[in-house]
């Protein structure tokens, strides 16, 4: 069965310190994708990035940075020197062989300033 | 370049009543999904269409959604009647062609039926 679990519901930081959100997911495919999205409060889903089955390359985009690893099933989103406007739910979401992507129940995080 | 277009933003109906929700993908875009969104069981894919052709409508709730896409540029759906549970965020959503392409979301609609 395919599956995402964002085992962490809510996070709350202190502005400038670092988070990681946790990603686990499950799938019998050896293909696959998947994808983090920013949920901020004003409701819009934006794509933050995507990810295939065979590069495990750990990927940076200034502050953000993701972490994938299959050998625990993983894909862990880190935001260094986090800040206000990074407060969001984030979902995780895993793309299956019919195309539709199976998405973790998100976590909310929120930064203090 | 636009984004995903939808229409209209906020919706309130009172029970009962036909309510479309209409959604624009991005130009070139070969993949169309139909998303809801609620506290209660998060986002749910509904249907999706791939070059204007249904392709899977096992998250259509009932009969009473219906979906569809007349051509590349256009997608409705349609909820006749509406019922308050069918409160929720529908979101529509296009990718380019691949499936591994990443989805790209509208702005969603706010649907409230009283």
């Known amino acids: 069965a395919q599956k995402v679990t964002q085992a962490q519901t809510e996070i709350s930081v202190v502005e400038k310190e670092d988070v990681t959100l946790d990603c686990v997911y499950e799938?019998?495919?050896?293909?696959?994708?998947l994808f983090w999205y920013k949920q901020p409060p004003s409701g819009e889903l934006v794509f933050l990035i995507r990810?295939?089955?065979?590069d495990e390359q750990n990927e940076i985009s200034g502050r953000y940075s993701w972490n994938f690893q299959k050998s625990t099933s993983s894909f862990n989103f880190t935001i260094t020197a986090s800040q206000v406007v990074d407060s969001a739910v984030y979902f995780c979401a895993l793309r299956d062989s019919n195309y539709q992507l199976i998405w973790g129940a998100g976590t909310k995080l929120i930064i203090k300033p | 370049d636009a984004g995903v277009i939808q229409s209209p933003r906020h919706e309130v109906t009172e029970m009962g009543q036909e309510v479309t929700l209409r959604c624009k993908p991005i130009s070139g875009h070969d993949y169309l999904f139909w998303y809801r969104q609620t506290m209660m069981r998060g986002l749910e894919l509904l249907i999706y269409f791939n070059n204007n052709v249904p392709i899977d409508d096992s998250g259509m709730p009932e009969d009473r959604f219906s979906a569809k896409m007349p051509n590349a540029s256009f997608s409705t759906l349609k909820i006749q009647p509406s019922e308050p549970r069918d409160s929720a965020v529908y979101f529509c959503?296009?990718?380019?062609?691949?499936?591994?392409?990443?989805?790209?979301f509208g702005p969603g609609t706010r649907l409230t039926v009283l």
């Open positions: 959503a296009s990718s380019a062609a691949g499936g591994s392409n990443e989805q790209f």
């Open positions: 990810r295939n089955s065979f």
């Open positions: 799938t019998r495919d050896t293909t696959y994708y």
